[in-house]
């Protein structure tokens, strides 16, 4: 085999080992502290094929360790099944579409203050009775995780009355009345 043959071979196996390592969820480098959690998904096939809308299965997740892994762990669910989950059967509103949904999230006193970005064109059907039971299922159960989170209170670009008028909720005590304060104070 000539020289300049086996040199081309190499090139390849060198750039294939170099991008086999591209996944949809990378894993950090071993040095690297590292937080895992769940997310959370539906699954037809994992309630005997019946669609049971608040019924959600943890997926696991890896990234590395951060001030705030329950913002991490929300953007990750945000980011939606992976093609492979999704081919066993998981579905969520939430895809890549949804990515960077998440504009900020306070944990205060118990409370989880989650404000995202008025991308409500890219979840329609959440609405539905159906869908918010599906859409709040998974947020809740992924901050369940976090003993620090005992409530969740949601708001559109700093306001929570927007988000509840659209998932046609009422404001009253379970979410502190609407009130956008704690939505903009630091």
């Not at 086996?6 to 750039?15: D, E, G, Q, S």
């Not at 019946?50 to 669910?77: I, Q």
């Amino acid at each position: 085999m000539a020289l300049t043959t086996v040199f081309f071979l190499f090139a390849i196996n060198i750039a294939m080992v170099a991008t086999s390592g591209c996944t949809e969820n990378p894993v950090p480098p071993q040095d690297q502290p590292v937080a895992r959690f769940n997310v959370y998904f539906n699954n037809d096939g994992l309630t005997g094929g019946t669609t049971v809308c608040d019924a959600v299965f943890p997926l696991t997740r890896s990234s590395p360790l951060t001030a705030n892994d329950a913002f991490t762990a929300l953007e990750a669910l945000f980011l939606g099944p992976t093609p492979e989950e999704r081919s066993q059967g998981y579905r969520s509103f939430f895809s890549e579409r949804t990515a960077g949904l998440l504009k900020g999230l306070k944990i205060k006193a118990g409370t989880a203050y989650l404000d995202l970005y008025d991308r409500r064109g890219e979840l329609s059907g959440v609405t539905s009775s159906c869908g918010s039971a599906e859409f709040f299922s998974q947020i809740q159960r992924t901050l369940g995780e976090f003993p620090t989170i005992e409530r969740i209170i949601f708001a559109i670009e700093g306001n929570p009355g927007v988000f509840y008028d659209w998932m046609e909720l009422e404001c009253g005590q379970t979410n502190d009345n609407c009130d956008p304060a704690p939505f903009t104070s630091p």
